[in-house]
């Protein structure tokens, strides 16, 4: 059993900051790629970030160079940090991560961002 928990959403004005942390617990010795994902209101869920276990990272074209993702390996934890924040970043972020070719999700995390 793999449990993957966000936390560090929030509501903030625009071009604010957030950071957003996400850590693998249970059955897991090692988490391979992690990712990041949001979903808007009436919107399909889309790939926000990715890390790989090396920690390189890749960006949807939209958050490029206002969004970092990193990672600790040591504590299978991974980070969105969230700069220049817009109103269209609106939207629940999701934490994904793979253990043993698996997909794991955790539940969701809010972010809103006021104009």
């Known amino acids: 059993q793999v449990q993957l928990v966000e936390s560090g959403g929030g509501v903030v004005q625009s071009g604010g900051s957030l950071r957003l942390s996400c850590a693998a617990s249970g059955n897991v010795f090692k988490v391979n790629a992690m990712a990041w994902y949001r979903q808007a209101p009436g919107k399909q869920r889309e790939l926000v970030a990715t890390?790989?276990?090396?920690?390189?990272?890749n960006y949807v074209d939209s958050v490029k160079g206002r969004f970092t993702i990193s990672r600790d390996n040591a504590k299978n934890t991974v980070y969105l940090q969230m700069n220049s924040l817009k109103p269209e970043d609106t939207a629940t972020y999701y934490c994904m991560g793979v253990v043993y070719g698996v997909d794991y999700w955790g539940q969701g995390t809010q972010v809103t961002v006021s104009s």
């Open positions: 890390a790989t276990s090396s920690g390189s990272g």
